[in-house]
């Protein structure tokens, strides 16, 4: 069973700068896609980044030109760089380590964002 840990979510001032992490413990195949998704209250669940094991990235249109995601794979953690961050911001992130016939879930760390 695959276990994920994410960290670095708080609270930040409008304009400010966060830095997520997930560490996976567990099984892992090498080909694998890592990365976030956020859920703000009364919304979907939507991406923000996910990663390949190859260096590959897709960013959600709504966080590309802000945010950055990166990989260490000797680690097996997943990064996420937030800059210029808004109240939009706000949600839930989630971590996820994606195999072709599974998907894993961290617990999620709230990001809030401050006028």
């Known amino acids: 069973q695959v276990q994920l840990v994410e960290s670095g979510g708080g609270l930040v001032q409008a304009g400010g700068s966060l830095r997520l992490s997930c560490a996976a413990s567990?099984?892992?195949?090498?080909?694998?896609?890592m990365g976030w998704y956020r859920q703000a209250p009364g919304k979907q669940r939507e991406l923000v980044a996910t990663?390949?094991?190859?260096?590959?990235?897709n960013y959600g249109t709504s966080v590309k030109g802000r945010f950055t995601i990166s990989r260490d794979n000797a680690k097996n953690t997943v990064y996420l760089q937030m800059n210029s961050l808004s109240p939009e911001d706000t949600a839930v992130y989630y971590c996820?380590?994606?195999?072709?016939?599974?998907?894993?879930w961290g617990q999620g760390t709230q990001v809030t964002v401050s006028t």
């Open positions: 567990g099984s892992f195949f090498k080909f694998n896609t």
């Open positions: 996820l380590w994606a195999v072709p016939e599974s998907t894993y």
């Open positions: 990663i390949t094991n190859a260096g590959s990235t």
